[in-house]
């Protein structure tokens, strides 16, 4: 398994160094095979990130992180077009500068620039698709490609890791499945808009199973990620008309928690009935909840690294370096499971509002153009994946770490910005000549 990870990982940096330096050639249209359109190395480069994002390749998830953001930075800067930082990725970019001198008195350096490098990435995959998006058919291209992960990555979970030996090889290549169904807000989103612009049957398919792995596996962030995403889906596209769809959401949510045995026990702590949770539900309280741990371990968390530092946090990487350590009483936990209370942690009420302003303002621009009457379609599809899957990854910040994730996770969802970002700049400047 080792050898194969290392011949892929080794064929990952190759393709993209070629493609990165490569001249224009031209690929197949997305929806019409007899026809095709230029595309530039550069871009030939990002097609290929967005399609390796699920392999983690075992051991070399580190290299393949460090080598991703090498890569991207050389296309950012071997790319000519021009690039002009707009409000959320100047919100971004002074997040990245706080996380830096949050570096610079933490005392675990090594463990906060391994934490920045994970908070780097999906800014430098949101600055490369800005610069390289150059028109309609190269957006479809690539959000068939993250179509085609989240397929590949629900036949994953839901089939090759039950089959013998299969299973082996799967596990062993691509990333495990919570990191996975965090993820999949931006598939269930691009299935959605396919059904909302082609009117084919099949991508409503698409979104049902996108959605089976969190109730297979019994997975409350993946379902709840994939709720929220399918509910702001409907709330930008259908506005004050998506009010009973809205319910139905919200009802079909409640449903599978209170009714479905696997949720339903895993949820509640106490022996209760359906019936008994519905009697009680204004008395319930965080001690009926089953959190897995996740509530102690925030609050120990919270209260030996913010508590005191709350403005600045005590250090990027301080809450990594306990965990990774079991500097903990815990036992042989890794992970907080909690983005948000890692980032209080690390630095303080200005990280987090920092980081919480770049996911708001990416909602609000996106819903503002889903909703401005002369948007073309290509970007009003963008819109429409781009504001609602970044809602469903940003809640599963809350019980997971995503960020872990990078790769898999919020590489996607501000690709699919990005992408935005560069095709309204192409259009405004062909409406200005």
Known sequence: M???????????????????????????????????????????????????????????????????????????????????????????????CWLTCAILYSPVKAYGIRVFLKYSYPFLILILASKITSSGAFTFKAAKIILRIGLIGSLFILILSRIPFINQLSWSLFWWPPAILDFMPVAI????????????????????????????????????????????????????????????????????????????????????????IIENRDNLTSEDIDSSGRFAMWDWSLGKFYKGNELTGSGLGVLQDAFYNTKHPFGSLKVVHNDYVQLLCDSGLIGLILYASVFISLFIHSMLLAWRKNTPLSLRFLAFVAGPAMAGVAVSLYTDNAVNYSLMTLSYPFAVYGMLVGLQRKQSIIREI
């Open 2 to 96: 080792n050898i194969l990870n290392y011949l892929i990982f080794f064929l990952i940096g190759v393709l993209s160094l070629k493609y990165i330096f490569s001249p224009v050639e031209a690929v197949k249209d997305p929806f019409r095979e007899d026809r095709a359109f230029p595309v530039t190395g550069v871009q030939r480069f990002f097609l290929l990130v967005l399609s390796v994002g699920i392999l983690q390749l075992g051991t070399l998830m580190v290299p393949r992180l460090f080598t991703s953001i090498v890569f991207c930075l050389i296309a950012v800067f071997y790319d000519r077009n021009p690039f002009r930082l707009n409000i959320v990725s100047w919100l971004y970019l002074i997040f990245l």
């Open 189 to 276: 989103c691009i299935a959605l808009s396919f059904w909302l612009v082609l009117k084919k049957k099949r991508y409503g398919w698409y979104t049902l199973f996108f959605v089976l792995p969190s109730i297979v596996g019994v997975n409350r962030t993946g379902l709840l990620a994939a709720s929220i995403a399918i509910v702001m889906f409907l709330i930008v596209r259908y506005q004050i008309k998506s009010i009973p769809y809205v319910i139905l959401g919200i009802a079909l949510f409640l449903g599978i928690i209170l009714y479905v045995p696997g949720f339903k026990d895993k949820m509640f702590k106490k022996d209760l009935t359906t019936e008994e």
